[in-house]
């Protein structure tokens, strides 16, 4: 299919998102082979200027660095990582990750808007993780982001899509790609979400602690392949009630 995806200027054929922040850096070569993975999260801290093992060493060529800024607890830190990770040659493409509760580890929404803002006024294509709320939504839309990125579920849970009702929301509010972030744990979880007509889905938990991350790296790919193509197509009807034949149960009986 001729299905390409927007985002921040660019085209990718790929809707999967694949993070790397939980994988020993040999195995993210694999998996985003195997995923066929166009972009990929980072983290600045292994991004390393200079000594130690360098992230960017491992992921394939050809590949969008989506660096975000996890670990900023303010939009100034926030907007400070995304300016260093730029310096460093990861391009313009940043994820803000803003997050002060340690327990749950839920996005601060406020700040998020705030980072977007600044760094969206800088050229970045801005994908920020948020809370799915509408008004934060369209308050990011009018400060320049390039999409939203939901949380499913909290980060690192892989209990799927537990704020559904909210996302769909979003998803018929919203003009800016809706890619779902965080708590997707099953490939059938990642294929509803592109049934509901999200433009992407992000994954790196429930690949990483797979038995074989990069075969299950391979089963999200079709999964989002496969919610895709069955939103283009339009699912059928739902009856409310009873049910219906799908072929005519007398007419056999008629000469």
């Known amino acids: 299919m001729d299905d390409l995806f927007q985002l921040g200027g660019k085209s990718f054929r790929s809707r999967f998102i694949l993070g790397s922040g939980k994988f020993s850096l040999p195995l993210i070569q694999a998996v985003a082979e195997h995923g ?15 000594g130690g093992e360098n992230i960017l060493d491992f992921i394939p060529e050809g590949i969008t660095l989506l660096p975000n800024t996890s670990g900023a607890r ?28 340690t327990k749950y580890l839920l996005p601060e929404n406020a700040e998020t808007v705030k980072a977007c803002e600044i760094l969206a006024a800088e050229g970045f294509a ?26 499913g579920a909290p980060i690192g849970s892989n209990k799927g899509l537990l704020t559904r009702d909210f996302i769909e929301i979003l998803l018929r509010e919203m003009e800016l790609p809706v890619i779902v972030d965080a708590g997707i744990g099953r490939p059938s979880q990642a294929c509803e979400a592109m049934e509901m007509g999200c433009a992407a889905v992000m994954a790196n938990t429930a690949i990483a602690t797979a038995g074989d991350a990069a075969e299950m790296a391979a089963a999200f790919r079709l999964a989002i392949e496969a919610g895709r193509r069955a939103y283009l197509a339009g699912p059928g ?6 049910g219906e034949a799908s072929s005519p149960l007398t007419g056999f009986l008629e000469d």
């Not at 009807?237 to 009873?242: A, C, D, F, P, S």
């Open 237 to 242: 009807r739902v009856l409310e009630r009873g």
């Open 36 to 50: 066929g993975a166009e972009i990929i999260t980072l983290a600045l801290r292994r991004a390393n200027a200079g």
């Open 74 to 101: 303010t939009a100034g830190e926030a907007v400070r990582v995304a300016r260093l990770a730029r310096a460093l040659g990861c391009g313009d493409f940043v994820k803000v990750e803003i997050i002060r509760d």
């Open 126 to 151: 801005v994908l920020p993780y948020v809370y799915p709320d509408l008004a934060t939504a369209r308050a990011l839309a009018k400060a320049g982001a390039a999409a939203v990125m939901p949380l």
